[in-house]
């Protein structure tokens, strides 16, 4: 069968109703901001590394989208509208900010056991973003890993990199956003792709989702705490295992090292440190909570877990209270609390 060529007034019609089927959406904006909130979000985050900054530069985007939508002109989806102005509202916002580190990121080597810690709160640290706020289609565009590799690229090539590889995004569209050329934006799309390879980072790299084994692991991962058995959690950890956990500069390797520090610098004993479960950036996490001298529970620090198989190969131990209640978590625990309700 051949194909029949639309004729050149079907076409006009089409993209007029297209149009102004978009002009209607912008016409009712607080389910424009209900429908796009929680994708802007997961791209602000990705991009500031944020998750406070990151729900101030929505909220931007959606002034900005509001006051220019009489300007609206329907060549293109509401969505691409908002994810253009969204991303310039980013660029501008990080233009002469540092990037948002890890410790491990610092470039510092790992800390041995017995080495004094060190705060710095003079640095922005990265920000875990509570899966619940956000549209998590593709773990490996919102997991920590790869959010904190984007952190090592200039905010442009930052840009170019998420609007091609996580929004799928042609190189023609992204050059528009950005007021580039095509040929700017493939060059600067091979030049992010060449260090995130050189940090190890691919799609493969991703956890599918957690197996019943898993799911055991991570109980045993919370009882063990609950009792501060750090044998038992050094033996849930991978051979290489790593540990960092801003605003602390000190991050840790290997098995040894990690129990050291659990068993000699975490100030809670047994029964002291229960934790409630959550999950970051597509990843199983727990906030943990310590005891007070008046017996209740407050909270300590909010741990992002990366797995490995039937191991942990990677814990980020945020201490950022502020976090608990982005996350949902309550600010206190009773002192009769148990973890699995025991």
Known sequence: MTAVAPEAGDVAQTQASGAETSRSELGDFPTLTQRYQRELLAHCYRMSGSVHEAEDLVQETFLRAWKASADFEGRSSVRTWLYRIATNVCLTNLEGRPRRPLPAGLGTPDAMAGDALEENHEIAWLEPVPDAAVVVAERDSIRLAFVAALQHLPAR???????????????????????????????????????????????????????????????????????????????????????????????????????????????????????????????????????????????????????????????????????????????????DHRPGGA
Not at 292 to 302: A, C, E, R, S, Y
């Open 157 to 335: 090539q930052r840009a170019v990199l998420i609007l091609r590889d996580v929004l799928r995004w042609s190189a023609a569209e992204v050059a528009e956003a950005l007021d580039t050329t095509s040929a700017a934006v493939n060059s600067a799309l091979q030049r992010a792709h060449a260090q995130l390879a050189d940090r190890g980072l691919t799609e493969e790299t991703v956890e599918p989702d957690l197996d019943p084994g898993q799911q055991q692991l991570l109980e045993r991962y919370v009882d063990a705490f609950w009792r501060k058995d750090v044998d038992a959690i050094v033996g849930l950890l991978t051979a290489e295992a790593t540990w960092d956990m801003p605003p602390f500069t000190s991050w840790f390797r290997g098995p040894d090292s990690i129990g050291w520090l659990i068993g000699n610098e975490c100030p809670g004993g047994a029964h002291d440190m229960p934790m409630l479960p959550t999950r970051a950036n597509g990843q199983p996490a727990y906030g943990l909570y310590m005891r007070t001298p008046q017996g209740d529970f407050t909270p300590f620090q909010l741990q992002v877990l990366e797995l490995d198989g039937d191991r942990v190969r990677h814990v980020t131990a945020f201490f950022d209270h502020r976090l608990f209640s982005k996350f949902g978590l309550p600010d206190r625990l009773p002192a």
